[in-house]
């Protein structure tokens, strides 16, 4: 199974700035997904990040506040630009291998 | 495009009582689909899945789920919950045409002891 390292495991931001995370899988993968999980409530899709393409973004979201980079199969990071205290979640990174979804360990995201 | 509706937000129940959880996915073709629980704290795990076969899908931990196509559902059951069962459940679909899984807003389980 997948081993997915997520960083960093939570940050605490000031409003307009922007934070990147970062996934590193053990093995490569075609596919990594972006979720988001606001307090209390169910995981929304952000983007998949396909390697050597561009994302596709889910209705909602959009790239300028969200980049998504993809530079090889075990690597890749989303942005959360110009945030605000919306933004607050908990961001994870999953993949697929097989018919089965592994997830990092998450990024919780405060923004003052 | 694919959906997935949990119609019970949270459901109360005392220890031994039985459990159904509800789920409803939109997508006329071929799927599969997941239950996810996430215990307080702690990140998501796969209790069950179905992929093709027989309906009726065993998981972890006592839980089975039935895939009944001409209702387009897939609830989760089981017989006699436990204290340690109290967590967040999600149920998630994936299309055959899409690689993307996509999850139901969630169920909050709640044991009363």
């Known amino acids: 199974s997948a081993v997915i390292s997520q960083k960093p495991s939570r940050d605490i931001c000031q409003r307009g700035t922007s934070l990147t995370i970062q996934c590193q899988v053990d093995?490569?993968?075609?596919?990594m997904f972006w979720y988001r999980q606001q307090p209390g409530q169910s995981l929304t899709l952000i983007a998949t990040?396909?390697?050597?393409?561009?994302?596709?973004?889910e209705s909602g979201f959009v790239i300028d506040k969200f980049p998504i980079s993809r530079p090889n199969l075990t690597f890749s990071t989303l942005t959360v630009s110009n945030m605000s205290p919306e933004d607050s979640s908990i961001y994870l990174c999953?993949?697929?291998?097989?018919?089965?979804?592994?997830f990092g360990s998450g990024t919780q995201l405060s923004v003052l | 495009a694919q959906s997935v509706s949990q119609h019970n937000h949270h459901v109360i129940l005392s220890e031994a009582a039985s459990l159904e959880l509800g789920c409803n996915y939109s997508y006329g073709g071929t799927v599969n689909l997941f239950w996810y629980v996430q215990y307080p704290g702690q990140h998501l795990q796969l209790l069950l899945k179905y992929f093709s076969g027989d309906p009726l899908v065993k998981g972890i931990k006592g839980f089975e789920a039935e895939f009944i196509k001409s209702k387009f559902s897939f609830n989760l059951r089981k017989p006699s919950v436990q204290w340690s069962d109290t967590a967040e459940y999600f149920c998630a679909v994936m299309s055959s045409s899409a690689s993307k899984i996509i999850f139901g807003s969630g169920t909050r389980l709640s044991i009363r002891p």
């Open positions: 093995s490569q993968v075609t596919m």
């Open positions: 990040a396909n390697q050597g393409s561009e994302a596709t973004y």
């Open positions: 999953s993949t697929k291998e097989g018919e089965k979804l592994f």
